[in-house]
Every structure is written in structure tokens, then in C-alpha cells.
């Protein structure tokens, strides 16, 4: 073969998101302590072809709702509407391919992909079906759940160069095989990544420093989420350690349940992030549509945080701004932990930090206190965060700040009816106002072992072998519509940032930021990072 030739209200927070408490400068360095060995780098595009499927067995149930969609529907939909379609993700980008022909059982796809590789990493290609015609009106149950999962495979690439896999793979979840063909290829020049690589297609975000847009890669045609910050803008609010800990930690964290990065560069203006694009919605997005989630979807979302968590603090590195906001969804419903802004680095078992930061609801006594406070932080917030999943609301939650902080600090943890023992006893461990007796103070086992995580096989949820409780409508990988339209309406512009000249010396604390897989010290710390800071 030749190498690819042609609901309800949801009751918290009268704001639309949680407020960020702001905080001081931050420390960017490399973690004193080991670290788990990140997988090698690589640089280069992995090409991916996904052919086709043969003996696929989709439920009765599927073909019965399809059928009832489309006698529904009252006109006929595309007969491609109705077979399998696939999921194909690598690094945690992702994007939708719709079948060409077949049937049923033997769809095919013939849907050949770029990738911008940055380390190795697994191909995933998971099978779905279609329940629901395109306009139909839709059942609540609909709603929630209106793609049949079939199966998944998961493949390991051969990172050599030009080497050609082509074989069938049997679907785990479902049964059937799909035939798979890709294909590594070295970079052919290191031309200097720079803002003119990228198509500019949307706005979906702004803050204090800059916004973000949705990109396209314009070699490959993947699809990135882009961070803009103006220099000026993190010079003058004292915040360069926390970008370049955030830079940091995303180069050298890589894990299932964390949002990439991809490459990072700079102008003499403005740095950039390009990060996987992961466009299932935010969490808070999908919190308020439902007002709560049953407890084996807050399970679930809480299982997969607890490992994110887990594997930051085996980096020695707190996160310290857990949140509905700062939790997306991707395609199949997995989440993915983003903004890394906040991030403490250099955080041993026993090391204390001082700064105030957080957020208002998800802030622990010990914070509020002003004593210092270690990598336990974490867990008080996974706990309002689970509390929030299951009630609608945060345990303490006040209009009033100051009000709120004296619940935090002094008011009894009181649980609905509906919250179950085993989630009453977790929550009352991990809401410990004492952080020394605060449940996950000897590490992440503790909370895994946990009666409320019974039926949870970790290595099992680490391989993504569960298919999750919910699966986000997207219906390519540049659908936006999980993103507030009042971002995704601007007009997106690499806008020019007048009078922000920056001295030299400002300038050289911006050292080392450029992440690029084609430079063999990419995942090096920068320079001129130093110890200290908040």
C-alpha cells in the first residue's frame, strides 16, 4: 500500500461563573522532587486513514429509536445520517467522520487525517450511532443520550519514519472490527511556529490578559483552541510567573484527563498557547442546563478530576482552582482539566504555601485563615465540586462573600435527602476543616479506596475503557455551540496592541516560553525561571 494516496435551573451563583480571587506572582520551576517519566517526544504529523468496519452489531434499542426518529421526522434523511459514524482522537484531539456508504453492520468511511504530533501518544476511534434525525424534536431522554456507542478501538502508532501500519482491530465495548491505516511522518523544516501558521475562526473566550479563538492549523487543518495574553497586560498585574507556570506545567504534564498543549510562541507583543481544542462545553455549561447530575454521572466526573489531581501532585504541583468553569467535555463525554494559571509548582508532601487565591465558593478554611496551606487544598475543592455536581449548589454557598466564608469556616455540613450514605461519608472526608484529618492527606489512594468509588477499576478508567454517563451534541470538530455566543459572534483578529513597548529586561523574563516538538529542548524549563514567588 502505498502511504495514503489519494432542563432544570441551575440554582447557584447569580453571576454567570464563579469569580476568580486574584493572587499574587508565582513561581515557574521545574519540580524539585521525581516526577513520573513523561512519554518521549516526538515531532512530526501522524497521518490516519479509517477505512472501513465489517460485522458491527448496533443494540435493538438504537435501531428502534432511529426508527422512531425518522418516522418522526416525517421526510427522509440522508441514508449516511443513519450509519455508524467515528470518533478519531490523538492527544486529545478529536474530530467526527460521518460515513460515506455501506450498511449498518459494514459502514465506510475512506477519511484520511492529519495530526501535529508532540509525543507519543495513542489513537483512539471510537463508533457511534445516531438515534435522533437532525431537526427532530427531541425526547428528554433524547437530549441526554441520543448517540448509541458501539465499540472502541485503541491503537499505539510506530513512530518510525514512513513506516506503514495497515490492519483490522476488534472493537472493545461492541462487537465488529475496523480497519485502520497510519503512517508517521518526520518534519521536512523547523521554520519558527508563528500567529500567520493559523487560521483565525472563532472567538470562545476573553479575559483580563486576552482571549482565546479557535484555530486551524493551516498544514495539517487540525483544530486548536489558541490563548492570546498581551505582555503589557501580565507585566503590569505582576502575573509573568503564573503564565510561565502555566506554560510549564501544561509542556510537561500528560495525562487522559488534561487539556494538552500543542505548541507555544511569542511576538514581542503577545504570547500564544495552542492547546487542544476540546469543544463538549464546559462543565458549569452543562451543570446549569441540568441544574444537577445523578450520582453515577458525579461519580464518573469526580473519578476522572481525582486522577487529574492525582497525577499534578505527583508532579508536586497544586492546582488550586478546581471548578465547573475550569472543566470541559470532550466529543465521547470524558473531561479534560484546563486553566492552569493558578498552579503552584515546587510543592513537596510537607511544603506550605501563603497566597490567597481560588475561587470565593471552592476556598478552604485553611486558606481563609491565612496559616498556609499544602496539596490537601485540592481535595477540599474536589469536595464542593462533587457537592455542587450532586445539589446544584456549593456546601457554604452565600450572595454575600464575607458571609459565605464564615459558613466555611463555622457552619455544619448538611446534605439533601437525595444525596446517598456513601457520598455523605466522602464528602464529609474530603470537607475536613482540618486538613491534617482531611481525607486524602496520605495521597489520592486514600480517597480511591473510598466505598463511594467501589465499583471504579482505576486502571480501567485511566485506559478511557468506561463510556461515560453523557455525550455532548458536537457535530464536528468545529462546532462552537457549546460556547457562549457572545464570544463566538465577535469577529476573530490577531488585534494590534499599540504603546505596549517592553523594555529588555522585561522582555528576557519571557525567555524559554516557545514550546516547539521540532526543537529537541522543548520540554526543558525555561532559564530564566527562578525559585520563590507565591
Known amino acids: 500500500m502505498q502511504p495514503f494516496a489519494s432542563s432544570q435551573q441551575h440554582l447557584a451563583h447569580p453571576q454567570s461563573q464563579h469569580a476568580r480571587v486574584p493572587s499574587g506572582s508565582g513561581a515557574a520551576v521545574a519540580p524539585a522532587s521525581p516526577v513520573p517519566t513523561p512519554p518521549p517526544a516526538k515531532s512530526g504529523t501522524l497521518l490516519i486513514r479509517v477505512v472501513e468496519a465489517r460485522d458491527v452489531v448496533v443494540p435493538n434499542h438504537a435501531l428502534q429509536l432511529a426508527q422512531r426518529a425518522i418516522n418522526q421526522q416525517g421526510v427522509s434523511t440522508s441514508k449516511s445520517w443513519w450509519l455508524p459514524y467515528v470518533v478519531l482522537e490523538f492527544d486529545r484531539n478529536e474530530l467526527q467522520i460521518d460515513a460515506l456508504g455501506g450498511d449498518i453492520s459494514n459502514p465506510v468511511w475512506k477519511y484520511r487525517a492529519n495530526f501535529d504530533v508532540s509525543r507519543e501518544s495513542e489513537v483512539l476511534v471510537s463508533l457511534y450511532m445516531r438515534t435522533t434525525a437532525p431537526t427532530a424534536v427531541r425526547s428528554q431522554a433524547d437530549v441526554f443520550n441520543p448517540d448509541a456507542f458501539l465499540g472502541v478501538i485503541k491503537i499505539l502508532p510506530s513512530f518510525e519514519d514512513q513506516k506503514v501500519q495497515d490492519d483490522w482491530y476488534s472493537l472493545a465495548g461492541g462487537s465488529g472490527h475496523l480497519r485502520v491505516q497510519l503512517c508517521f ?154 486553566d492552569f494559571g493558578l498552579c503552584k509548582l515546587n510543592m513537596t508532601a510537607t511544603e506550605k504555601t501563603n497566597t490567597f487565591c481560588g475561587t470565593p465558593e471552592y476556598l478552604a478554611p485553611e486558606l481563609l485563615y491565612g496559616q498556609g496551606y499544602t496539596k490537601v487544598v485540592d481535595w477540599w475543592t474536589l469536595g464542593v465540586l462533587l457537592y455542587e455536581m450532586l445539589t446544584g449548589l456549593p456546601p457554604f454557598y452565600d450572595e454575600n462573600t464575607n458571609e459565605m466564608y464564615r459558613k466555611i469556616l463555622q457552619d455544619e455540613l448538611r446534605f ?80 494590534v496592541v499599540a504603546d505596549s513597548h517592553l ?28 525559585r520563590g514567588g507565591h
Open 503 to 530: 523594555s529588555q529586561t522585561q522582555q528576557q523574563q519571557f525567555i524559554g516560553f516557545t514550546y516547539d516538538p521540532r526543537d529537541s529542548g522543548h520540554l526543558s524549563m525555561a532559564s530564566s525561571m527562578n
Open 185 to 338: 511522518k518526520l518534519p521536512t523544516q523547523n521554520a519558527p511556529l508563528s500567529i500567520d501558521a493559523f487560521d483565525l475562526l472563532k472567538v470562545i473566550g476573553k479575559g483580563s490578559f486576552g482571549k482565546v479563538m479557535q484555530v486551524r492549523k493551516k498544514d495539517t487543518n487540525r483544530i486548536y483552541a489558541m490563548k492570546i495574553i498581551r505582555k503589557s497586560k501580565i507585566v503590569q498585574r505582576g502575573e509573568v510567573h503564573h503564565t510561565l507556570a502555566e506554560r510549564s506545567v501544561l509542556a510537561r504534564i500528560h495525562h487522559p484527563f488534561i487539556v494538552p498543549l500543542k505548541f507555544s510562541f511569542q511576538s514581542p507583543e503577545k504570547l500564544y498557547l495552542v492547546l487542544a481544542f476540546v469543544n463538549g462545553g464546559e462543565l458549569f455549561h452543562h451543570l446549569q442546563q441540568e441544574g444537577r447530575f445523578d450520582e453515577r454521572r458525579s461519580r464518573f466526573y469526580a473519578a476522572e478530576l481525582l486522577c487529574a489531581l492525582e497525577c499534578l501532585h505527583k508532579y508536586d504541583i497544586i492546582y488550586r482552582d478546581l471548578k465547573p468553569e475550569n472543566i470541559l467535555l470532550d466529543y465521547n463525554g470524558h473531561i479534560a482539566l484546563c
Open 416 to 495: 439533601p435527602e437525595e444525596i446517598g450514605l456513601a457520598a455523605r461519608s466522602l464528602l464529609t472526608g474530603l470537607l475536613n476543616r482540618d486538613p491534617n484529618r482531611r481525607l486524602g492527606v496520605g495521597g489520592a489512594d486514600e480517597i480511591k479506596r473510598h466505598p463511594f468509588f467501589a465499583e471504579i477499576d482505576w486502571g480501567k478508567l485511566l485506559a478511557k475503557k468506561y463510556q461515560p454517563p453523557f455525550k455532548p451534541s458536537v457535530s464536528s470538530a468545529t462546532d462552537t455551540t457549546n460556547f457562549d455566543p457572545e464570544f463566538t459572534s465577535e469577529i476573530p483578529e490577531d488585534s
